[in-house]
């Protein structure tokens, strides 16, 4: 079992910034594969992005390339997902997830409970 709690959500104007946090317990973080997903309110979760354990590679949606960045610190156990030029599109809770790949798609194993970012145009 892996628990996963997000924290750094909150409100910021257009073209502000974020950074999330994702801490996650078990002793083999460095192996996970862990991804961020965010739903908004009436629309279906959607995948954010992931860095894979190995060498740290990451994959982006197309709405947050450029914009976004994920990145790790495996000594605290952490995963974090830099937030910049943030837009009101961009308002939804944050999931961080243990996920794999299932053919072209990342799915969640373990999730957090969600953190909430509200961009105000």
């Known amino acids: 079992q892996v628990q996963l709690v997000e924290s750094g959500g909150g409100w910021v104007q257009a073209g502000g910034s974020l950074r999330l946090s994702c801490a996650a317990s078990g002793r083999t973080f460095s192996r996970y594969n862990m991804g961020w997903f965010r739903q908004a309110p009436g629309k279906e979760r959607e995948f954010v992005g992931t860095?894979?354990?190995?060498?740290?590679?990451?994959y982006y949606a197309d709405s947050v390339k450029g914009r976004f960045t994920i990145s790790r610190d495996n000594a605290k156990n952490t995963v974090y997902l830099q937030m910049n030029s943030l837009k009101p599109e961009d308002t939804a809770k944050y999931y961080c997830?243990?996920?794999?790949?299932?053919?072209?798609?990342?799915?969640?194993?373990?999730w957090g409970q969600g953190t909430q970012v509200t961009v105000s145009s």
């Open positions: 860095i894979v354990w190995i060498q740290g590679i990451t």
């Open positions: 997830a243990v996920v794999h790949l299932e053919g072209s798609t990342w799915l969640g194993d373990y």
